[in-house]
């Protein structure tokens, strides 16, 4: 007979699955318009300056937008989430490498502006680190 599934590891892949939503619905974007917005303005200041002062480098400060897009790789981390904690849901004895994996993209995520993302991994993380979770996954794990 197989353990029963800890309701920590359920949750932990519900928790997943809504940061993933998250991201890839709100998240990536307003990020990505954010850093966009403010790197748009403080590049086209120093642009301005430069241009004035006569640097020819003053002209490459109009790309500065494209910071902007360091956003974005908040999009295949939301989708990763997803993934990982719908596999996870649908068969809990193999998602434990699957939820870890997840875990750490989520808690590195911040780089990219993922706070919703960071949170979740620090949840995450706390639910795997209980011991009845820890020893369901070890007994699950194929090695």
């Known amino acids: 007979m197989a353990p ?3 309701q920590k590891v359920q ?5 997943q699955i809504v940061s993933g939503v998250v991201n890839m619905l709100l998240m990536a974007l307003s990020v990505s318009t954010v850093l966009a917005g403010v790197a748009g303005v403080a ?5 301005a300056l430069l241009s004035t002062l006569g640097c020819p480098l003053g002209c490459l400060f109009a790309f500065s937008w494209m910071c902007g897009l360091w956003g974005l790789a908040l999009l295949p ?3 990763l989430e997803v993934i990982c904690g ?3 849901l649908m068969d809990p ?8 994996a997840a875990m750490i993209t989520e808690l590195a995520s911040v780089i990219f ?3 919703v993302s960071f949170g979740a991994g620090f949840v995450v993380m706390g639910l795997l680190r209980d011991p009845e979770v820890t020893a369901f996954l070890t ?3 194929p090695e």
């Open 93 to 100: 004895d193999r998602g434990g490498p699957f939820l870890r």
């Open 4 to 6: 029963e599934v800890p």
């Open 77 to 79: 981390i939301g989708i």
């Open 86 to 88: 719908a596999a996870t």
């Open 113 to 115: 502006g993922g706070i």
């Open 43 to 47: 590049g086209g200041l120093v642009g």
């Open 139 to 141: 007994a699950s794990d």
């Open 11 to 15: 949750i932990a892949a519900v928790v």
